[in-house]
């Protein structure tokens, strides 16, 4: 079966460079327009694959709501909302920029930002979830997906940069270290083929943003 990873639109926080993580931000008007090419590009997908798809799941943040509902209406489907797909809790940086986080130190003068981008295993945001915690939750609702789902069918999952990147380390058999160089553009597709579980799947499409009007030339923001 085929997973279709799909992150959420643009949203005035990625704009502006902010930490989302679990605050509720609605898509911006750009976001709101990359809703609608997605649905776009998923009608067609439909036509490839003679309609074969069984179901479309969302994180329960607004933003991921709002991009699967165009998704949802070209399937023909309901939104099934899935609470372990849902982005990193980030603690005390969520609302912050990195320059606004950037004066947060270690004991020895070390950057939190810095530690956490070079070894997010061992270093979590100030008060926030762990990554190992999110990756449980994340696996847990993906591998649940793949079982529940035949050999034949295919599956929109529209979530967060966060979880598309561990569910890109499982399938790539990366580490958990290396989720900050894994993330993906806003509104960008990632496609999966998995008949038991991630770590036995294989990557067909990484962070396809070809159905997009102008292509974002930024490098990917994290929320």
Known sequence: ?????VRHGETSYNKEGKMQGRI?????KEGEAQA??????????????????SAVYASPLTRAAQTAAP????LNLPVKKDGGLTE???????????NEIASWKDAQGVPLFQKCFTDPLHNPMPGGETLPSMERRVTASLNEIIRNSLPTESVVCI??????????????????QEVPRNMVQNASVTVIEADQDLDHGMLLIRDNISHLKTPQGSPPKRA
């Open 36 to 53: 609608e090419a997605l649905g776009a590009y998923f009608k067609d997908e439909m036509v490839k694959n003679d309609g074969n798809f």
């Open 88 to 98: 990193l809790d980030m603690g005390e940086w969520e609302g912050k920029t990195r």
């Open 24 to 28: 509720d931000i609605p898509l911006d």
């Open 71 to 74: 998704v949802a209406q070209a």
């Open 1 to 5: 079966m085929r997973i279709y990873l």
């Open 159 to 176: 979530t967060h940069g966060g979880a598309i990147a561990i569910a890109l380390c499982h399938v790539l058999g990366k580490s958990l």
